[in-house]
């Protein structure tokens, strides 16, 4: 099993992850979105680019994509992450990317806390965003078309 973690993708390889996401990322992704669009989502997560933007590759096939843009100037930004179905089993090697190379960067960039909002059905993203030093913050209602309650998550620079 070869990993390799791409921080400098193409719209490309996006795309491929985005065709073909886990139920549980498109369920979390159609909170915010009215339709779901694999080309708007690769459009918005290509814009990432700026802050962070990286692609994890399982024996040369892209299948997890992560980053951050900003929310507020560049000290606070929105973390994502979704992925084809299998993906979870690179999900270690990006944990430690995201310790090792992800945070630094960011906190070089000035960014002094991350937010992530996760669908409260999505216990495998709240569990692994525990395991990266993010805190539960909030549950918030009224998310999205359907007024939907998302979790929000908050990860803050040491």
Known sequence: MKIEIDTSPTPFALHVIAADLRPEDRHELAVTREIYDAEELVRD?????HTYLAVVNL??????AFGAVPLVGRSFVQGWAFGRPGSYRVLAAVTRHIKKLMIPRLIELGVQAVQVLSHP???RAHIWLRQLGFRLQARVPGIG??????FLFIGRAP
Do not use: Y
């Open 45 to 49: 997560a290509f814009a990432a680019r």
């Open 59 to 64: 024996d040369d096939v892209p299948i997890f």
């Open 121 to 123: 059905d999505h216990v």
């Open 145 to 150: 078309p359907r007024k939907e309650e998302m």
